[in-house]
């Protein structure tokens, strides 16, 4: 099990940027880091996930505008050109050895 402490939410005007990040305990033997976003009334989704060894994948809706990166123990998700339709509470996912961890979410909220 992989301890994940999220931090960066908070609220912006559309348009606008945040960078979330998420701490993770342990570090080591993670095979696959990401964030999900759960919207509101909606089902959780992905929004990016980086695979050790660097390659990336992104939503659709987010690609061009969200950059996921991660240094060792940290894991980030620049978010720019936010939209109203990126309101939601983002989770931060970790997979190591084969078993899945997630934090407890930081809301993003982006007023139109």
């Known amino acids: 099990q992989v301890q994940l402490v999220e931090s960066g939410g908070g609220l912006v005007q559309a348009g606008g940027s945040l960078r979330l990040s998420c701490a993770a305990s342990?570090?080591?033997?993670?095979?696959?880091m990401g964030w999900y976003r759960q919207p509101p009334g909606k089902q959780r989704e992905l929004v990016a996930v980086?695979?050790?060894?660097?390659s990336t994948r992104y939503a659709d809706s987010v690609k061009g505008r969200f950059t996921i990166s991660r240094d060792n123990a940290n894991l980030h998700l620049q978010m720019n050109s936010l939209k109203p339709e990126d309101t939601a509470v983002y989770y931060c996912?970790?997979?190591?050895?084969?078993?899945?961890?997630w934090g407890q979410g930081t809301q993003v909220t982006v007023s139109s």
């Open positions: 996912y970790a997979l190591r050895f084969g078993s899945p961890s």
């Open positions: 342990p570090s080591f033997s993670i095979n696959v």
């Open positions: 980086i695979i050790s060894g660097g």
